[in-house]
């Protein structure tokens, strides 16, 4: 952005000033590096999703390929027609930036309430406490990926996990503890699983994962989850704190 400017500021202390065209040039150029630069943050954005806004990549792109055209066109076709300056081209270029504001408040209210939704759809499908699915987006995302497991015809595997003697912690230590312990054991969770299975908090103490994997795998990994949270050494005042955990496991087509 400073660049920018300050190409500007040079561009029309060093030039004549009845050059009128080299200046149009030099600012119709700045700007069209400005538009590439934006279509260049927008493009590394499309891991996001970005694909399905593509006005928001192709407005930059465009508001450069129209602003430099007609400067090339004049400077390599007309370069000593001083009347260039007031030509049907600088009446385009006018209307042109006009149609590139309005356009560029309409693509970021487009992309501000995209990400206002997104933040809502968010927040409705994840448990505050422990930042997993809660039962609503677990379901979900369930139904996606079993579908599409089905479709492969690979199997899955499901799992449901209790916290043992969870109501008992929460009358020992308080409920401040009791949430601690939730999110500690989320963390186990989410630590032994791949990044393409699914987790979510579906109850008070209890929690569900979804694996695209064989029964014999998932009982390994529920093994894994098991003695991960046993050994976890929770120790308060009162001294340490039973951590164990009950997995139901099943799993097919």
Known sequence: LV??????VAAVTLLDPAASMLRMIAGAGIVSVYAALTASELWTERRKSLQRRWPAFAMPVMHGCVLM???????????????????IWVTVFAVELILYA?????????LVSERTVTAHRTAASTDPLTGMLNRRGFS??????????????????????????????NDRFGHPAGDEMLKLFSTVVVSNLRITDLSGRIGGEEFAALLPCS???????????????????????????????????????
């Open 3 to 8: 660049l920018g400017a300050l190409a500007w």
């Open 69 to 87: 055209l007609p400067i090339l066109i004049g400077s390599f076709l007309r370069p000593h027609d001083a009347g260039f300056s007031s030509s």
């Open 102 to 110: 309005v356009g560029t408040v309409f693509v970021i209210f487009m």
């Open 140 to 169: 979900e995302a369930c139904s996606r990926v079993i579908e599409r497991e089905a479709k492969g015809g690979r199997p899955v595997t499901v799992m449901i996990f209790d916290i043992d003697h969870f109501k008992s912690i």
């Open 215 to 253: 029964l014999e795998e998932g009982v390994l990994v529920a093994e894994r989850v098991r003695e991960a949270f046993e050994t976890s050494g929770v120790v308060v005042d009162e001294g340490p704190v039973d951590t164990t955990v009950s997995i139901g496991v099943a799993g097919g087509p």
